[in-house]
């Protein structure tokens, strides 16, 4: 019983760890499922929304932070209102940012 308890404990605490580690990889999955219809291909833009890899806003973000209050802002919700989780933002984010790396 005892173990058991401890063992759970484990797995919750690493539950936690790869919760707040934000990955390029999950937040892809969510940029296109969210994003993408507007911010295009790989956030080069072209559609209804801007490029995101040349934009101040992703320059200025560090951890998806600059991102969540953008997207909550005026003017981001004049285009649309999004419902994520803080941490599906810091996976965009982390994502977008390995694209600035990368171009
Ligand atoms: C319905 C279309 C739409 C969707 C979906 C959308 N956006 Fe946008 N986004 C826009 C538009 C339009 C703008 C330009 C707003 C303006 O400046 O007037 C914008 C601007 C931005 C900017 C600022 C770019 C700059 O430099 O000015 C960021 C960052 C951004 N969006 C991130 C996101 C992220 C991250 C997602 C997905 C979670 C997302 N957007 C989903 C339409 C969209």
């Given at each position: 019983m005892k173990r058991s308890v401890a063992v759970w404990c484990v797995s919750a605490a690493a539950g936690a760890i790869l919760a707040v580690i934000a990955t390029p990889k999950r937040g892809e999955a969510a940029y296109k499922a969210t994003c993408l219809n507007c911010h295009g291909d790989h956030g080069?833009?072209?559609?209804a929304g801007p490029d995101l890899i040349r934009s101040t806003i992703t320059m200025h973000d560090e951890d998806g932070v600059g991102y969540g209050q953008y997207l909550k802002g005026d003017v981001h919700l004049k285009a649309v209102k999004l419902d994520l989780q803080m941490s599906q933002v810091a996976d965009i984010a982390a994502y977008v940012h390995s694209r600035v790396v990368e171009t």
């Open positions: 080069k833009g072209g559609m």
